[in-house]
């Protein structure tokens, strides 16, 4: 099992950006699948972003797209998301998941390893 450490999060006005990283431990991290996703307060976890193995695939949230890249660099075993015009809707803790083995990426249920989340908080 991988383990996942994000970092990135903050405060940031909106319009501002923030990049998140996610560092992973473990040799096998360049055959995982890996997704972003997010919680707000009282709301269910939310499907962001996600980046295949090779990073030759990326998915989205509409809410995100233009806005949010997803990139990876497997030799410094780090997933990032690039976080534009960020809004105030997109307040949340923000979480990296790996190790997927169901079918979505767009499912949290689909991921089995999981970071602890770092905050993210967009003023108006």
């Known amino acids: 099992q991988v383990q996942l450490v994000e970092s990135g999060g903050g405060l940031v006005q909106a319009g501002g950006s923030l990049r998140l990283s996610c560092a992973v431990s473990g040799r096998t991290f360049s055959r995982h699948d890996m997704g972003w996703f997010r919680q707000a307060p009282g709301k269910d976890r939310e499907f962001v972003a996600a980046i295949n193995w090779s990073g030759g695939s990326t998915y989205y949230t509409d809410s995100v797209k233009g806005r949010f890249t997803i990139s990876r660099d497997n030799a410094k075993n780090t997933v990032y998301l690039q976080m534009n015009s960020l809004k105030p809707e997109d307040t949340a803790v923000y979480y990296c998941?790996?190790?997927?083995?169901?079918?979505?990426?767009?499912?949290?249920?689909?991921?089995?390893?999981w970071g602890q989340g770092t905050q993210v908080t967009v003023s108006s």
């Open positions: 998941a790996a190790d997927r083995s169901g079918s979505s990426y767009r499912s949290p249920n689909s991921f089995n390893s």
